[in-house]
């Protein structure tokens, strides 16, 4: 399995799934490599019942060491269950795991900048605060992505410098580099850096 490539690691977890073999494999923690972490967590993501894959995800988040394995799991049911889901992403975001509480931020990022998003869920990740990279990084991806799907809500943040200078910045650049943001607003971005 090492050094296998992620396309070959989600068929792998794909061939297994619902299997004595994937059961028993999901019960192994913590694994001693990144592809196992990959099909742990892609193994997850496929779970159909709610509970049942938040249970999963909850076992695993305090094993999860990078944000590779961090990313790449989004959970299908997730998509159906915004209510039910709402609390535990608040509960992740404000977790003193590095990897749970970024992942606690991309699954706020991934389901609720749609039709169920609320301005509350800006102030949510603005008042994440620390030193660490990979947590200000996917701080930043969510207020580039949010500038991208709700610019009118999001500007604000920006305009009032909610985020540290690091995070603001990258935020910006983000945003910047994005082909979701419209030109007029990148150049008025480039202003408040």
């Not at 305090?62 to 394995?69: A, I, K, N």
């Not at 943040?157 to 983000?174: G, M, V």
């Amino acid at each position: 399995m090492l050094g296998v490539k992620t396309p070959e690691i989600r068929k792998i977890a794909k061939d297994i799934k619902g299997t004595e073999e994937a059961e028993k494999f999901l019960s192994e923690l913590p694994h001693r490599c990144y592809e196992e972490n990959l099909v742990h967590f892609f193994l997850i993501s496929s779970i159909r019942d709610f509970d049942e894959c938040v249970q999963a995800v909850e076992t695993f988040l305090p094993y999860v060491d990078c944000w590779p394995v961090c990313d790449q799991a989004s959970p299908k049911v997730f998509s159906k269950n915004h209510e039910k889901l709402l609390p535990l992403i608040q509960k992740w975001i404000h977790s003193n795991h590095v990897y749970t509480g970024r992942f606690g931020i991309r699954m706020l990022m991934n389901e609720f900048l749609g039709e169920d998003f609320r301005p509350e869920y800006l102030e949510w990740v603005a008042s994440v605060t620390g030193e660490d990279y990979y947590i200000r990084m996917m701080v930043a991806w969510y207020f580039a992505t949010a500038l991208a799907k709700k610019y009118k809500e999001s500007i604000v943040y920006i305009e009032s410098r909610r985020l540290d200078p690091w995070t603001h910045k990258k935020a910006i650049q983000k945003a910047i580099e994005s082909f979701r943001v419209s030109d007029e607003h990148k150049a008025y971005l480039k202003t408040l850096r």
